[in-house]
C-alpha cells in the first residue's frame, strides 16, 4: 500500500529553527510537495522537490532523498504566524496525490 | 499559480435537506479534481478522488450514495451532499491538479447542518 508518514504535533519557541520530516512509500514518485494550512483555511502551496537535495526559498527549505523515501521541511527564524498544520504529499506513478496526515506545529513565545 | 474557485464558501442547511458545492478550475484543465473533508482541528482527510468523464474514486468509508461527486467536464466538478445531517457539518475542500503541477486548492466551503 501507499503511505506517507509525518509526526502528528510538534513544538517550537519563537525564533528557532525547526525541522518537520514526512517518510513515504508509494508506487512511483514524480514529486514532493510540502503545504501549510492554517485552522479553517485551505492548504497554501510551500515547496516542490522531485531531485534529490535542498530546495531553499527564505525561511523555508525542503530537502528530499529519493532512495531513503524521506523528506523534511525546515522552518527558520520561526514566527507566531507559522503556527499551522504542515502537510507532505507525494505524486505516484499515476500522478495522483498521496497526503500524509499532516504535522500541527505549535510555536510559543 | 492557478487559480481554484469553490462555491458557496459558507452554506447553513436543513437536516435532510442536499447541498451541492461547486469547484471551478479557472484558468487551466484539471484532468483530477480531489474532494477533502475535515472536522475540527483534524487533518485533511480525502473523500474521492474525481477525474473528468469517468466515475469517482471513493475512498474507503465514504459514501458515494450520500456524497455525490460529477466532473463533466475539465473544469468543474460537484460534490453533492444529499440527505444532510448535523453530524455531515464539516470543512469541505476541493483541488485541481493535472500532471506538471501542484495541487490548487479552493478555498473551502463550511457547511453547517441545522
Known amino acids: 500500500g501507499q503511505n506517507i508518514d509525518q509526526p502528528t504535533e510538534m513544538t517550537a519557541t519563537e525564533g528557532a529553527i525547526v525541522q518537520i520530516n514526512c517518510t513515504y512509500q508509494t508506487s512511483g514518485f514524480n514529486g514532493l510537495f510540502w503545504y501549510q494550512q492554517h485552522a479553517g483555511e485551505a492548504p497554501t502551496f510551500l515547496s516542490y522537490?522531485?531531485l534529490d537535495g535542498l530546495e531553499e526559498k527564505g525561511r523555508f527549505s525542503s530537502f528530499l532523498s529519493r532512495s531513503k523515501g524521506y523528506s523534511y521541511l525546515l522552518l527558520k527564524e520561526l514566527q507566531m504566524k507559522d503556527s499551522a498544520s504542515y502537510l507532505c504529499a507525494v505524486k505516484d506513478s499515476n500522478y495522483q496525490l498521496i497526503w500524509g496526515a499532516g504535522t500541527k506545529l505549535i510555536i510559543k513565545p | 499559480g492557478a487559480v481554484v474557485s469553490q462555491h458557496p464558501s459558507r452554506v447553513i442547511c436543513k437536516s435532510g435537506t442536499s447541498v451541492k458545492i461547486e469547484c471551478r478550475s479557472l484558468?487551466?484543465?484539471?484532468?483530477?479534481m480531489f474532494w477533502y473533508r475535515q472536522f475540527p482541528k483534524q487533518s485533511l482527510m480525502l473523500m474521492a478522488t474525481?477525474?473528468?468523464?469517468?466515475?469517482?474514486?471513493?475512498e474507503q468509508g465514504v459514501e458515494k450514495d450520500k456524497f455525490l461527486i460529477n466532473h463533466a467536464s475539465l473544469t468543474l466538478s460537484t460534490l453533492t451532499v444529499t440527505s444532510a445531517h448535523p453530524e455531515d457539518s464539516s470543512f469541505y475542500i476541493c483541488?485541481?491538479?493535472?500532471?506538471?503541477?501542484?495541487?490548487?486548492f479552493g478555498q473551502g466551503t463550511r457547511l453547517t447542518v441545522v
Open positions: 522537490n522531485v
Open positions: 483541488s485541481a491538479s493535472d500532471r506538471e503541477t501542484e495541487a490548487f
Open positions: 484558468d487551466f484543465q484539471a484532468t483530477t
Open positions: 474525481s477525474n473528468e468523464g469517468s466515475k469517482a474514486t471513493y
